[in-house]
């Protein structure tokens, strides 16, 4: 590499570091609303199951979670929730550490669009779908509560809006799950939240 391309690259780097700080400066919170509860739904999710509220049989089902979160520093927080994570997984809960930007805010802070990427974990029931992909066997509805276990990680990628005087936040977010037992498997669904700040 040139001296000229390393000092461009330099550049390059610094402004881009400048903007980010300009834009967390802009966006910061003002307020020490730290917790979030709320509702979360899964929807368009892949390999479609059977549990949730689903129209008819040809469309997607829709699974619902309980969730919260807490805001740890500015930049970071600890998000979890428990309910149906997927319509082809049973009934499991998750524990996932957040990474979020703010990139827009009102002068008063109270509308803010942020962008986050969350890690975690997830543990919950296979399901009954899970006999259905591996053996063509249905077994029961009662297996969204019983049966093998699903160990899992969980990667959201999402945006959120802070609204209403900062008060509720609305998400929505792509969550790709990697499920590593009962087997190794891949789902993936989009989901939309809306919790409380207090």
């Avoid at 001296?3 to 307020?31: G, I, K, Q, W």
């Avoid at 509220?53 to 979890?80: C, D, H, I, W």
């Avoid at 093998?148 to 802070?162: E, I, K, M, Q, S």
Wanted: hydrophobic share 45%; net charge positive.
């Amino acid at each position: 590499m040139s001296r000229r391309t390393a000092v461009n690259f330099y550049r390059l780097l610094v402004s881009a570091s400048l903007l980010c700080l300009a834009c967390e400066a802009r966006a910061a919170e003002p307020d020490e609303r730290r917790w979030g509860v709320g509702i979360e739904l899964t929807a368009l999710s892949l390999p479609r199951g059977h549990l949730g509220s689903a129209p008819n049989a040809t469309e997607y089902a829709v699974t619902p979670m309980v969730v919260g979160r807490f805001q740890v520093l500015k930049a970071v927080a600890v998000a979890a929730g428990f309910g149906l994570p997927h319509p082809s997984m049973g009934l499991g809960g998750w524990v996932a550490g957040e990474i979020n930007a703010p990139v827009l805010a009102n002068a008063h802070k109270t509308l803010a669009l942020s962008l986050f990427q969350q890690t975690g974990l997830q543990l919950g029931y296979a399901g009954p779908d899970y006999f259905a992909r591996h053996g063509d066997d249905f077994v029961g509805y009662q297996y969204a509560v019983a049966g093998p276990l699903a160990f899992a990680f969980r990667l959201p990628t999402g945006v959120c809006l802070r609204w209403a005087g900062g008060y509720i936040d609305s998400y929505v977010q792509t969550v790709p799950i990697i499920a590593l037992t009962p087997s190794s498997e891949l789902f993936y669904d989009v989901s939309v939240g809306t919790r409380a700040r207090f």
